[in-house]
């Protein structure tokens, strides 16, 4: 059974970065998109953004435009979330999720793989 991994999550300052990396133990979901979700608790998962399969092509939440950056290496079965110019607002679980969808698209019911999920916390 295929599963994604995410990992480097943690805590960071206000105006700090981090990069989340998400893992696929197979290449089942090499050509198609992946995107990276976010939830806090008591609150509707809420889109981040999404790469296309070749990374051509990625799509952001207008929360994150510009401040977050998508890419994936199809080489290390690898999608990145590179965060920059963090925010307290953007403390949350952040998920990476796999679609047979080949453009990248925001709803999560298109997803059907989900990572365990991993904790970001920006402090003020």
């Known amino acids: 059974q295929v599963q994604l991994v995410e990992s480097g999550g943690g805590l960071v300052q206000a105006g700090g970065s981090l990069r989340l990396s998400c893992t696929a133990s197979?290449?089942?979901?090499?050509?198609?998109?992946m995107a990276w979700f976010r939830q806090v608790p008591g609150e509707e998962r809420e889109f981040v953004a999404a790469?296309?399969?070749?990374?051509?092509?990625?799509d952001y939440a207008d929360s994150v435009w510009g401040r977050f950056a998508i890419s994936r290496d199809g080489a290390k079965n690898t999608m990145y979330l590179q965060m920059s110019s963090l925010k307290p607002e953007d403390t949350a679980i952040y998920y990476c999720?796999?679609?047979?969808?080949?453009?990248?698209?925001?709803?999560?019911?298109?997803?059907?793989?989900w990572g365990q999920g991993a904790q970001v916390t920006v402090s003020s």
């Open positions: 790469v296309a399969w070749n990374g051509d092509l990625s």
């Open positions: 197979s290449r089942t979901y090499s050509r198609s998109t």
């Open positions: 999720a796999a679609s047979t969808e080949i453009l990248p698209i925001r709803g999560a019911d298109r997803y059907d793989l």
